[in-house]
């Protein structure tokens, strides 16, 4: 995978928007220590581009930058596991404290998009997981709550959960319903304090999905859907 998907936190007493990106991946990405990296908005996000170690001028590189709005950061530590960087050029971007991102990247360069409101990019907890699952505080926000019963439809591209409520009595109706519409009923769960839904491997097939991809969730209240990442619909 070539991307990361991340939050934008805060720094300072001012709180000013920052960024952290981590991973092995900077430094293969010739992101390392002391390094100097040129930060600019762009349209539909910003953009980090690693400087040329042959800058004719470094005062003519600088005035460049800050005429375009951006900044120019030596942002990684740790070994070039860490790229930080904060500032107002990442407000005029569009960029806010909380906002959920991804980060595409390639060698010498990063591209950030900011997600679509109730949007998160779900990743394989490891390469090697056979189970896929939904997790976290924005399932209870829209209603996913421990217990609570939901219909999962699956077609090419796309797995679609629409919640049903909490009817135990039913159950046996509704798993009838299920299979005579093909689709299958799965129920959230809290496990050891982490509440989530498991997406049956059936779905995943049936979806055209594999176990160890990204998907794209959208989130509204009773409903979440799943589609396969497109960089081109973020805006890369």
């Not at 092995?24 to 220590?33: C, E, Q, S, Y």
């Not at 189970?131 to 019963?149: D, E, H, K, V």
Request: net charge positive.
């Amino acid at each position: 995978m070539n991307f990361q998907a991340f939050s934008v936190t805060s720094s300072g007493a001012a709180k000013r928007p920052r960024i952290l990106l981590h991973g092995t991946w900077l430094a293969r990405m010739g992101f390392k220590p002391d390094m100097l990296i040129q930060a600019l908005s762009e349209p539909g996000g910003i953009i980090l581009r690693l400087c040329d170690e042959s800058i004719p001028k470094y005062s003519a590189l600088v005035q460049e930058t800050q005429a375009k709005g951006g900044k120019l950061i030596r942002g990684c530590c740790e070994q070039g596991l860490t790229l930080v960087t904060s500032g107002d050029y990442i407000r005029s971007a569009g960029l806010a404290v909380g906002d959920a991102c991804i980060a595409r990247y390639d060698y010498g360069i990063i591209r950030i998009r900011k997600l679509p409101p109730q949007t998160r990019v779900l990743l394989p907890k490891s390469p090697d997981s056979k189970i896929r699952l939904i997790c976290g505080t924005i399932l209870t926000s829209n209603g996913f709550i421990p217990g609570a019963l939901a219909f999962v439809k699956t077609e090419p591209g796309k797995i679609e959960f629409r919640l049903h409520g909490q009817d135990a009595d039913n159950y046996r109706t509704m798993m009838k319903y299920a299979r005579a519409n093909q689709m299958s009923l799965m129920q959230v769960i809290n496990a050891a304090g982490v509440i989530r839904v498991q997406i049956p491997d059936l779905c995943l097939q049936r979806a055209g999905f594999f176990t160890d991809e990204a998907f794209i969730a959208h989130y509204g209240y009773g409903a979440i859907t799943l589609n396969r990442l497109d960089f081109e619909a973020l805006g890369f």
